[in-house]
């Protein structure tokens, strides 16, 4: 009796596992993109990193933290991406300063601001959310998008930025730009070769969840309120704070001449080339970018470098 008893229960218990499977997959085949955040969120929690929510004027802005010392620093993610943009960074950097990722508003687990989504929403609520932290003044880094909001944060409240980093940075419109908007299975496969600097044999269902992000409602807004007198050309000579640019060589989505011209319009910055990177360093190089960063918060730096990142 107790023999059959135990093989039911290994029964039930193999069925259990694969009901899971099954569940498991289809929801990874429904939403690929919705299935890997929470995989990252499930390592971060893992490895010790905290999450909360901070109220940032009536907004809820999801964040990650991790560190228990040191300067803070604020790590703003791209379009269409999430604060899980950073899970690789955040501990390498936890090391030697106190972490922060935020959604922004409308991406990842917080909602869309009433005001919509513009380069000046997201400044205004990056303010707030440091003021809802308690930090008068951070290091900032920024990847893409997240590097227009840092570079224009820095420009309005110089007094609150200690230092900046700008990991291929948007922010300047020059020909030989490929937005990373999808309308369809093909536009998506251009655009993630785009971002990762090779073709990438996706499968159908994840460049439908490609299509479907450049769909979300935050998104589609950037794009139709951007306005050209956004751009960072015209307030480049305004940045005060030390400045490190990052540049993957091989980012399809801005030319390289975008770096250069970051380098030559903010004063006394520093430009990095990483060569076999592209447009998401902190992914593809995380080890490279930490020692970067954590390098550069001791010393101020001028001039331009190549940092050889290889495979990490």
Known sequence: MASRAKKALLLTTG??????AVALGVQAYRHPREMMNRTLRTGLLAL???????????????YYSAGRRGSPLVLIH???????????????????????APD?????????????????????????????????????AGNSLGGWIAARFAVEHPERVER????????????????????????A??????????????????????????????????????RPQDDLDSVLDQVQAPTTIIWGERDGIF????????HAGIPGSELIFLPRVAHMAQLQAP?????????GAQKPSVGLTSASSGKE
């Not at 069925?15 to 899971?20: D, F, K, R």
């Not at 379009?79 to 300063?97: Q, V």
């Not at 419109?173 to 309308?183: K, V």
Request: proline share 8%; net charge positive; hydrophobic share 40%.
């Open 48 to 62: 010790g990193v905290r999450e909360g929510t901070c109220d940032a004027a009536g907004v809820p802005m999801r």
């Open 255 to 262: 030319p390289i001449i975008c770096a250069r011209d970051l």
């Open 15 to 20: 069925i259990a596992a694969l009901g899971g």
């Open 189 to 226: 496969r251009r655009t993630m070769k785009h971002l990762w600097g090779y073709d990438l044999p996706l499968p159908g269902f994840v460049l439908d969840a490609v299509v479907r992000n450049s769909q979300s409602p935050a998104y589609k807004q950037f794009f139709q309120h951007y």
């Open 164 to 187: 900046l980093y700008l990991l291929n940075s948007a922010g300047l419109s020059r020909e030989s730009m490929n937005p990373p908007y999808a309308t369809d299975r093909e536009s």
């Open 104 to 140: 922004l508003p409308g991406f990842g687990q917080t909602p869309m601001a009433p005001e919509g989504a513009t380069i000046d929403t997201y400044v205004r609520y990056l303010e707030r959310f440091l003021d809802c932290l308690g930090y008068p003044r951070v290091v900032l």
């Open 287 to 295: 080890l490279t970018v930490a020692r970067i960063m954590l390098n």
């Open 78 to 100: 791209g379009l269409g991406s999430s604060a899980e943009s950073w899970t690789a960074l955040m501990p390498l950097l936890s090391r030697s300063y106190l972490v922060y």
